[in-house]
Structure formats: structure tokens, C-alpha cells
């Protein structure tokens, strides 16, 4: 069975930067995409970021040139760097694995950017 485990949310200061780790692990043979999603109160999950296997990357429009999704594939881990935060970036943030057309999905960590 796959299993993601993310690590790097915390609290950081407006313009400020974080780290996320997500590394997968279980029965993976090919990986499509790996991806970042989050979800702030009362709003939808809503999409970051995503790479798929060959490296094409794809940015929300509220995130792009501040954000930046890379992979390790001999280790099967995305990591999502985030530089110049802005209090609207606090959400807890979901990595995503879709293998064919089956997701998985972490369990969340919590970026909060605060003063």
C-alpha cells in the first residue's frame, strides 16, 4: 500500500521561506504526478503545484515565481519550496501522488505565515 509522509510546515514571518518534503513509499512501480494542494479555512482544496514524471511543472497563478516544485525520484519525494510568504499562503497543505488514475493523498501539514 503507498504511504506519503510530509514533513517542513510550521510558523514563519511574512517574506519568509519553508520547505515541504513529501516521500512515498509502498508498492510504487510509475509515478504520473506528484503535486502540492492546500486548503485554508472556509475555503476549497485548491492546487499549488504539480510535476509530472518527465518534469513539466504546472503553478497556481497566486504562487508562480514564488514557489517551486522539484522531485527526487531515485527517493520518490517532491519537495515544494516556498519563498516570499504571504499571510494568504497559511493553509495546511496536502501532498498528492496519482499513479494512472488512482490519487493518494498525505495527510496534511500546516503552513502558517504570521507576524
Known amino acids: 500500500q503507498v504511504q506519503l509522509v510530509e514533513s517542513g510546515g510550521g510558523l514563519v514571518q511574512p517574506g519568509g521561506s519553508l520547505r515541504l518534503s513529501c516521500a512515498a513509499s509502498g508498492s510504487i512501480f510509475s509515478i504520473n504526478a506528484m503535486g502540492w494542494y492546500r486548503q485554508a479555512p472556509g475555503k476549497q482544496r485548491e492546487l499549488v503545484a504539480a510535476?509530472?514524471?518527465?518534469?513539466?511543472?504546472n503553478y497556481s497563478d497566486s504562487v508562480k515565481g514564488r514557489f517551486t516544485i522539484s522531485r527526487d525520484n531515485a527517493k520518490n519525494t517532491v519537495y515544494l519550496q516556498m519563498n516570499s510568504l504571504k499571510p494568504e499562503d497559511t493553509a495546511v497543505y496536502y501532498c498528492?501522488?496519482?499513479?494512472?488514475?488512482?490519487?493518494?493523498w498525505g495527510l496534511g501539514t500546516q503552513v502558517t505565515v504570521s507576524s
Open positions: 498528492n501522488l496519482r499513479i494512472i488514475v488512482t490519487n493518494y
Open positions: 510535476i509530472s514524471s518527465g518534469g513539466r511543472t
